[in-house]
């Protein structure tokens, strides 16, 4: 496969944005590869700037459930921008954009619209913090919640350390506030809660995406709902990433859990930048012009975000031609990738929720960070070149989702599984070598 243009084009952002990106994970370091350049998307498929097409798993980061360049989408967004790209003032799709969320996911009944996944749960910290009058929050370890300050923290080893910061640039001032917690591990929160009162909230994503799929083990989030009733804490969960994704209410309406605060983005924006928190009316009316916690965007509640978002929600409704779909592309994918990587004796699991899903390089069963952190690297770099050479694209990274959109036909997957084929009897001839050497 042929990138040269894509390999000129790398040499010079190189030279104007650090790394030659805009977000760290696009320059494909973690796998040994350089990017390829994006000329346009349609569907499931990306087009480079060489010619080469791939069938997209990455389908931004999730965020483009109906696919690149729906043409329902872009009609409507082309009309929105006719009337104006940005009003700093009240507009009536906010208002619908909230009706059609709060419906969904009823845990939120008042809620703030803002530009990305990271003000989000950025907002909501401030808010728990605020309104408990509390500065500790819990995190788990693997879970991303975007570059916030206080949640760039995991635990450096052990259970309930102090949080050590991932990042530069974090005050250890701050990063102390930060508790980390194991991912279905109830007790290593009991543990953090039993020693600290000063704690405001605990912030999770209750299926976790950002270590790859992790699915929470029966009892683990109606045991978190009961310890932060008992305890006056807040419980956030950060759905940007499930939000509209594994069901149309969400995680919250797969495991029947109310969360105090819940954030969204990626999939409400339909692939424009939006993010929006909410929750109990009685907390969100602490917010600023109502309450004393300040929060603002000159450009939140953007009208063309907001349109694409009411689009993309009104669409995904029809439960059987949405969600219907990708649950069950997502199960005959997996069932058949499995199939496939017994028979080339390739130790691999697949964790996955309608939607979405990650195949780990692991022996056994993977429910939480260390398990997936025991994946093998290598054999995952070696994967994820062959399939882009096949015209695949998944994530340049064993820890991601991959993500199904409703252009993800049937076609589609058939065409995904000849790739895995070729793919995996590679790899068991690599890993054979290895393993005499
Ligand atoms: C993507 C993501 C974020 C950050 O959203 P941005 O829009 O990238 O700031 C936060 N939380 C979760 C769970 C995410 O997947």
Redesign the pocket.
């Known amino acids: 496969m042929n990138r040269e243009k894509s390999h000129k084009l790398y040499e010079a952002a190189k030279k104007l944005l650090p790394g030659g990106v805009n ?1 760290p994970v696009r320059a494909f370091a973690s796998v040994g590869e350089e990017p390829f350049y994006v000329r346009r998307g349609k569907g499931a498929y990306l087009f480079d700037v060489d010619g080469n097409k791939y069938l997209d798993y990455v389908a931004s ?2 965020a483009i459930i109906l696919g690149h360049a729906d043409d329902g989408l872009v009609r409507e967004i082309t009309s929105a921008i006719q009337e104006g790209t940005s009003f700093g003032a009240c507009h009536p799709y906010e208002i619908d954009l909230a009706q059609l969320i709060t419906e969904a996911f009823p845990s939120m009944e008042s809620m703030r619209l803002v530009n ?6 950025m907002s909501a910290i401030r808010l728990a913090r605020g309104f408990t009058g509390k500065n500790g929050i819990i995190k788990f370890r693997g ?5 916030v300050d206080s949640l760039l923290v995991k635990a450096g080893s052990g259970l309930a350390t102090f949080g050590i910061p991932d990042s530069k640039g974090i005050p250890g001032d701050l990063a102390k506030h930060t508790y980390v917690a194991e991912f279905n591990r109830l007790e290593s929160v009991a543990a953090i809660t039993q020693k600290n009162e000063d704690i405001a909230c605990v912030i999770l ?1 209750p299926i976790m ?2 270590m790859g799929v992790i699915l929470p083990e029966k009892g683990f989030l109606s045991g978190l709902r009961e310890l932060c009733t008992a305890k006056g804490i807040l419980l956030i969960f ?5 939000g509209f994704r594994v069901a149309y209410g969400g995680a919250q309406f797969l495991y029947n859990i109310r969360p105090d605060l819940t ?1 969204l ?2 999939v409400i924006g339909g692939g424009f ?1 939006i ?1 929006a928190f909410g929750g109990r009316k009685d907390i969100m009316d602490r917010i600023a012009p109502l309450g004393d916690v300040y929060q603002a965007g000159t450009l939140s509640g953007n009208p063309i975000a907001v349109r694409a978002g009411i689009y993309v929600i009104k669409y995904l409704k029809e439960e059987s031609a949405t969600y219907g779909l990708l649950r069950r592309r997502g199960e005959e994918l997996k069932a058949a990738v499995l199939e496939c990587a017994h028979r080339y004796e390739i130790p691999y699991t697949i964790n996955n929720v309608t939607g979405m899903f990650t195949g780990f390089f692991a022996k056994g069963e993977v429910n939480n960070y260390d398990t997936a952190n025991g994946s093998d690297r290598k054999a995952y770099e070696i994967f994820f070149k062959g399939m882009l050479n096949e015209g695949i694209f998944f994530a340049p990274s064993q820890f991601e989702a991959a993500f199904l959109t409703l252009f993800h036909t049937d076609d589609e997957i058939a065409k995904t599984l000849n790739a895995y084929e070729k793919v995996f009897r590679n790899l068991k001839g690599i890993l054979q070598t290895e393993s005499m050497q």
Request: charged share 20%; with cysteine.
């Open positions: 977000s980061w999730g990305s996944g990271t003000e989000a749960t879970c991303y919640h975007g570059h994503e995406g950002n950060d759905e940007v990433m499930t954030c983005g990626k930048p993010g």
